[in-house]
């Protein structure tokens, strides 16, 4: 480097920015999906509602935002969702309030106070009231909305599903994203069957099925209650305390055996594998009751002829869980291999304000990854052909242009109609690169002897039709519609 000369990096830096053409991209973690990809996602999105249907659910629709604190308190401070992973905000508030609280109150109210569920004074109520976050996942919103309308005054259990983005301010890579879309479904009220249970999670493998998704693996387990949770706890902490092995465990799993052992169980560090699969399994401490829900919920599967796999260690990464836990992995999605999860969240309606003995079990699924399990499976392709493409040729022939290109859209056919005239050969060439099924072409001949004409671009054969059998010829078989996107 020559005498006055910069490193690259300050050479840069004076550059002077052209803000005015400064160009946009998606932030980080965020992506658009685009055609042909988007039909594939509309496909998959119908048939999960189809499928969830079939078993009486039905849609809720959600706020994107929820006051932080409801997914505080019901996920849980300690969990990576909520200490990491939110994006959160206060909502507009007067500067000089919170100053002014401030200082009165001497300090903010501690996260602990908060989770705990202490009083705190209306001030502070008031500053609390206004953070809010965007929504990490919606099991949440979906226990307090049934709150919130008094669902338990409902007929039988609350069967709800909903079809949205979630935000986690996660580490991007393939199969995780900051904004990433859910597909889930929870079942509410005074019931804990195992058969509710088993039907939520027959609704997935039918979902799977439906895709053509042959290659995945049902885990389940039972995490147990207020009951035998706590001792199981305790003797995992003492475990864990052990000098022999606290000593080869990573910051987060030392920190976790105070605040949370269970957690520890999914730790996903390499270095811990070994020891986490020598640890007391919850499978072997359940009370009495959980073990017969469990054995019932196995029972329940079997009778449906779902297959599943045990797995003592599936904990699941959101404190709301009790007995009942299950995930859907995929080998053909590489590292972020979850498909799906969910499990029982029993106490969690009176936890938020709501009616006791109000008992809940739900699963979200990972449509970005589901999309990428279907593409995988080879089964069904991300397109959606253009029906008919419409060649019109001379003023005379575009007012006819106009009219059938209305009639055949009210067909529910995808028909694309050129704003201007083009050459023959050149509207041939664009309807084949628009992946067109026919093309009708009407030109001076066709207006002067009343017939149109229909080619198919697949064989090019050619026919001459009257207007009048136009609609009729489209019917299918012509132009049947199956598959991602129809
Ligand atoms: P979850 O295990 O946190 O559970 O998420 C469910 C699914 O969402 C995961 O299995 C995965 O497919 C997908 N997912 C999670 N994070 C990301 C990400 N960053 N990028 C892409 N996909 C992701 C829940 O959210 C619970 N609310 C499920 C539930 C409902 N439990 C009871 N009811």
Same mark, same amino acid.
């Given at each position: ?14 550059? $002077? ?70 994006? %959160? ?5 007067? /500067? ?75 580490? $991007? ?27 939520? !999670? ?5 979902? /799977? ?58 730790? @996903?560090? $390499?270095?811990?594998?070994? !020891? ?32 599943? %796999? ?131 072409? !009407? ?11 229909? @080619? ?7 026919? @001459?039709?009257?207007?009048?059998? /136009? ?16």
């Amino acid at each position: 480097m020559g005498e006055g000369a910069k490193p690259e990096n300050e050479r840069r830096d004076e550059r $002077p920015v052209k803000e005015a053409r400064r160009q946009f991209r998606a932030i980080k973690g965020t992506r658009d999906i685009l055609p042909p990809d988007s039909a594939l996602w509309n496909w998959f999105e119908k048939t999960a509602r189809g499928v969830m249907e079939s078993y009486n659910f039905a849609e809720i629709r959600l706020p994107i935002f929820e006051k932080t604190e409801l997914f505080a308190r019901s996920i849980g401070g300690d969990t990576d969702v909520v200490s990491k992973e939110m994006y %959160t905000f206060k909502d507009q508030l007067d /500067l000089d309030e919170v100053i002014d609280t401030d200082a009165k109150e001497g300090g903010h109210p501690t996260a602990e106070s908060i989770l705990s569920g202490e009083e705190v004074s209306p001030q502070w109520r008031n500053i609390l009231d206004t953070r809010i976050s965007l929504r990490p996942e919606a099991t949440a919103s979906v226990v307090r909305a049934y709150i919130e309308h008094g669902m338990q005054m409902l007929p039988g259990n609350a069967k709800l599903y909903y079809i949205g983005p979630m935000f986690r301010r996660e580490r $991007p890579q393939k199969g995780r994203y900051r904004q990433f879309y859910q597909i889930g479904a929870e079942v509410l009220g005074t019931s804990d069957a195992p058969a509710i249970d088993a039907e939520l !999670i027959q609704m997935l493998t039918d979902l /799977l099925e439906r895709c053509q998704i042959e290659k995945y693996t049902l885990l389940i387990n039972s995490i147990g209650c207020a009951a035998c949770r706590p001792k199981y706890v305790e003797l995992l902490r003492a475990e864990l305390r052990k000098p022999e092995i606290f000593s080869k465990l990573g910051a987060d799993s030392q920190r976790r055996v105070e605040t949370n052992p269970l957690r520890v169980m999914d730790s @996903k560090l $390499p270095e811990e594998q070994a !020891i986490i699969e020598k640890l007391p399994k919850i499978s072997e401490h359940l009370c009495e009751e959980c073990r017969t829900h469990y054995e019932k919920l196995k029972r329940e599967l079997t009778l449906r002829e779902v297959p599943f %796999t045990e797995s003592p260690r599936l904990v699941r990464g959101l404190d709301y869980y009790m007995r009942t836990t299950f995930e859907i992995t995929s080998p053909i999605l590489g590292a972020q291999n979850a498909l799906c999860g969910g499990g029982r969240y029993d106490g969690l309606v009176e936890m938020l304000g709501g009616p006791k003995g109000i008992k809940g079990i739900g699963f979200a699924l990972g449509e970005d990854r589901f999309i990428d399990a279907i593409v995988e499976a080879h089964k069904i392709h991300a397109t959606r052909p253009l029906d008919i493409f419409i060649a019109w040729m001379g003023e005379r022939a575009y007012p006819t242009a106009v009219r059938l290109a209305h009639v055949l859209r009210d067909e529910k056919h995808r028909v694309e109609l050129p704003a201007g005239e083009m050459k023959f050969r050149k509207a041939l060439e664009r309807a084949d690169k628009l992946g067109a099924r026919y093309v009708l072409i !009407i030109g001076d001949d066709e207006i002067a002897s009343d017939m149109l004409t229909i @080619k198919r671009l697949s064989d090019g054969v050619q026919e @001459k039709i009257s207007e009048e059998a /136009l609609v009729d010829f489209f019917r299918p078989p012509a132009l049947a519609k199956e598959g991602p996107g129809s």
